[in-house]
Structure formats: structure tokens, C-alpha cells
């Protein structure tokens, strides 16, 4: 069987062939500019499913995620708080990293940052203005897009309907409307680095071209990412790569489908973001990340706290499945229809994720043997057992929902018994008391938002 994925270019399924037996893979990164949501959980357990199927295929995975420590958000941010972007940019990826470790994602083989390759930009946007693709103004550079013949291939759209949209903005230093920047004149108070065309810093669009390429070469064997990233962002990295270096970008584009709060996406800017952080003081990390890998990744999907509860017993049967094999190897019985299932189970999984990564139906497949194992694993032979063991634990691994909750957060669940005794304070009237609490935590650096009930969270 060979692997098939949907390619966002092509908009159909092709056989994945790769460069080598070493998949080069790049997905966006986060903006770090406050907490991370669901529907950033969302994509990237979307991809380190994919990344361990391919690693259970026998390909070697190098996978690069950026993080984009310089754009607008955070230069906004940075002036509601007065600190350095880049320090809340830290802040904010490391503490993404600790929720997203809790799910059992697994890192990136590196995480380039804007802010340590602003040498390469400014030669990449070089070389571009050299060949013909790109023009200074006033201090800014920006993309001649009609230079390129290809562009809008990815969002299958031509530029005349790019121009009659709504998502071009109008500025009277392009030639036209739809270019997009490279380099951004500084502003007023604003971070900035020199360069050919005086201070500023590099647009959105070119830190991914620069760093993917950088670590990963071209073409890239994947780039993926959430679809809302398919246009622009995605669009114009393929017109400024491939004018660059006059070849194919990326061999195959795949992208995650929209997290939904009652059928509005999930954004911070909506304000209806839910938290891994806050998500995780109430479920079972492994929970999260099931109900994450049963959606099909190119799927949209409506948030719900039913679908949880769904996998959390989902969960609670394959945790039972894998007391039962290990409590039936220590007496095993003389044969059962076990070895069947094991058979079916494998083709019917690999089927399932060789067609476009379908967990849905991956999962399906796992069920049945979770089912047969609870069913007969005390009648199995020591063959049969060891047989099933394995195939669990592999489609457990790609899953990633092996990873027994660790006992320690002990400073979370330190921190969350301080606030419900505050809140038992304030239900007895006793304000005094509480607002010391609040006081003292805000000096280490707690910050509580009182309501219904209270919450809490770590302040930069």
C-alpha cells in the first residue's frame, strides 16, 4: 500500500513520494502573543499524528515549526503591556511548549525564530529586488505579485478576483493594491533592525520562505498549517520561494480544517478561544489529545464538551484493554479469535491512514481490536497476546494517547487549592482575607479574574 494525501495545490489525492526516505516537513508556527488555544492544539496534534504514522511507515521525519517573534500582534501587545515583543514572544512559546508537551506533541526537530534570521530576509529580499520581483518604497519592499504568472495557483483564484476582494489593503507606496510587503518601515516606538532601506522589520509572509527553505531546502516535501493560513499567507510564500529560486516550493501542501465555538471559528480576536491551559485543569491531558486525533485533520469540527466526555470513555477502554493484556500474559490461556482480530485490526488501520491520514476510521479500527481484547484476552494464547501487544502499543503511539497523566503540575494543583479556598473565603464574606490572597499571589506573579468562579493565570 502506498500513502495518499490530499494536496491543497492539486486539490485531489496523490501518492506521497518524497524527496528520499527522509520527509522534510514545515508547519506554521505559533504568533506568540498569549495563551494558546484549542485550535492551535488542533493542527499540531493534527501533524504529529501524521509525523508519527510516517515515522511507523519507516520514514525518517525532520521537522521544522517556526516561531514568529516579530508582526503586528505582538508589536500591538507590546505597547498594551510596554514590554519588548520579543520578551513576550518567549514567554508565551514556552509556556505553549508545556501545554503542548502535556498532549503528548512531540517537538520539532528545531524552532527557528524571526528575530535570529533577520540576515537571511534581508539577502533573500535582496536577491528578489535583484531578479525583477520585488521593488523598494519609501523605506518599505514589497512583491510585485503581476511578476509572477503562477500566483493564486494555491488559492485557486486569479488575481482580478484577488484585486475585487476585500482582504487586499490600500496602500499608496505599492504599485498596486494586491503586493504584499517583504519589509515594513519602522514606526514610532516600534522594534526595528537596519537594513538596505533604513530601519524596519520583515513583513509576515517572507520569515517562512527564509527559514523553511534554510533548514529543509527545496522543494519542501510537506508545508502544512491551519486552511485559514491557504490565502494569503501560504500564496505568497510560494510566489517569493519559487521566484527565488526558479523551482517547485513545495511538493505537497496539506492543511488542517477550522475548530468552531458554536460555529463561529475559534480565535482570540472573537474572544470565544478556549485555553489548553484552562481545557487541562478539567480533563485528562490524553483525553484532549483523543478528541483532537478523532477528528479528520482536514475536517472543520464544532467544539463540545459532549465530544469530550465521548472520548473520555473512549479513553477509559483503552486504558482497561491494557490491564487486560497485561494481566492475561502473566497467565495466558491456549488460543482465541484474538489472532484474527490482530490481522484485520492492522490492515484496516494502515488502510485508513494511507488514505489521506483518516483517523476517524484509523480509530475505528483500533475500537475493534480495544473490543476484542476486552472481550477474549483471558482466553488468548501467549502468541496471540504478545501479537495484539504490540499492535496496540503501535496504533496507541501513533495516536499518542499512551502517555499516562503524570502525577506532578504539583505548582497548578497547588495554585488551583489556593483559589478554591479564596473562593470558600468570599462565599463566607470573609473579603479581608481573600483580597490578601489576591494581593499575594499577584506578587508572584498569579493573576485571579473573579466570576462565577474564579480563575487564574500566570502574568508576563
Avoid at 62 to 73: A, I, L, P, S, Y
Avoid at 115 to 144: C, M, W
Avoid at 175 to 189: H, I, M, Q, T, Y
Avoid at 199 to 223: A, N, Q
Wanted: proline residues 3%.
Amino acid at each position: 500500500m502506498t500513502i495518499k494525501v490530499y494536496n491543497t495545490l492539486s486539490r485531489k489525492k496523490e501518492e506521497f513520494i518524497p524527496r528520499d526516505k527522509k520527509v522534510r516537513i514545515y508547519v506554521c508556527g505559533l504568533t506568540p502573543y498569549d495563551y494558546a488555544h484549542l485550535g492551535h492544539a488542533k493542527t499540531y496534534v493534527a501533524f504529529d499524528v501524521i509525523i508519527r504514522y510516517l515515522e511507523y511507515r519507516g520514514y525518517e521525519v525532520f521537522h521544522v515549526q517556526n516561531v514568529t517573534d516579530v508582526e503586528d500582534k505582538l508589536i500591538k501587545r507590546s505597547k498594551e503591556l510596554q514590554k519588548n515583543p520579543l520578551e513576550i514572544a518567549d514567554f508565551f512559546f514556552k509556556d505553549a511548549l508545556k501545554d503542548f508537551d502535556r498532549l503528548n506533541i512531540k517537538r520539532a526537530s528545531i524552532y527557528p525564530k524571526v528575530s535570529d534570521h533577520i540576515e537571511d530576509i534581508i539577502n533573500f529580499i535582496s536577491r528578489l529586488i535583484e531578479k525583477g520581483y520585488a521593488y523598494e518604497s519609501n523605506g518599505n519592499v514589497y512583491f510585485e505579485v503581476k511578476k509572477f504568472k503562477d500566483y493564486g495557483k494555491l488559492s485557486h483564484q486569479s488575481i482580478k478576483d484577488i484585486i475585487s476582494g476585500a482582504r487586499v489593503s490600500i496602500d499608496e507606496n505599492k504599485r498596486d493594491p494586491v503586493d504584499f510587503a517583504l519589509w515594513k518601515k519602522a514606526k514610532e516606538g516600534e522594534i526595528f533592525w537596519d537594513s538596505p532601506w533604513g530601519k524596519g522589520r520583515p513583513g509576515w509572509h517572507i520569515e517562512c520562505s527564509v527559514m523553511s527553505t534554510k533548514y529543509l531546502g527545496v522543494p519542501l516535501d510537506i508545508h502544512g498549517g491551519a486552511i485559514e493560513l491557504a490565502f494569503p499567507h501560504h500564496e505568497n510564500e510560494i510566489a517569493q520561494s519559487e521566484a527565488y529560486y526558479d523551482k517547485k516550493f513545495v511538493r505537497y501542501w496539506l492543511h488542517t480544517g477550522v475548530l468552531t465555538v458554536n460555529g463561529e471559528k475559534m480565535s482570540k480576536s472573537l474572544g470565544n478561544f478556549i485555553t489548553v491551559k484552562d481545557l487541562l485543569k478539567k480533563y485528562n491531558p490524553m483525553v484532549i489529545r483523543l478528541y483532537l486525533a478523532s477528528i479528520y485533520y482536514r475536517s472543520r469540527a464544532d467544539f463540545s464538551e459532549e465530544n469530550l466526555e465521548s472520548a473520555k470513555n473512549s479513553l477509559e477502554r483503552i486504558y482497561n484493554a491494557k490491564r487486560k493484556l497485561d494481566e492475561a500474559l502473566k497467565n495466558p490461556g491456549d488460543g482465541s479469535s484474538l489472532g484474527d482480530t490482530v490481522k484485520r485490526v492492522k490492515e484496516n488501520f494502515e488502510a485508513a491512514m494511507d488514505d489521506d491520514f483518516n483517523t476517524p476510521k484509523a480509530l475505528a479500527a483500533y475500537y475493534d481490536l480495544v473490543k476484542e481484547i476486552n472481550r477474549s484476552a483471558d482466553s488468548a494464547s501467549e502468541s496471540q497476546l504478545l501479537e495484539a501487544k504490540k499492535l496496540f502499543e503501535d496504533i496507541g503511539n501513533v495516536f499518542g494517547i499512551l502517555m499516562e497523566e503524570k502525577k506532578g503540575d504539583l505548582e497548578e494543583k497547588l495554585i488551583q487549592l489556593i483559589v478554591d479556598i479564596r473562593d470558600e473565603l468570599r462565599k463566607r464574606k470573609d473579603f479581608e482575607m481573600s483580597d490578601k490572597i489576591r494581593a499575594k499571589l499577584r506578587e508572584i506573579g498569579i493573576v485571579l479574574e473573579d466570576g462565577e468562579k474564579t480563575t487564574w493565570k500566570k502574568s508576563l
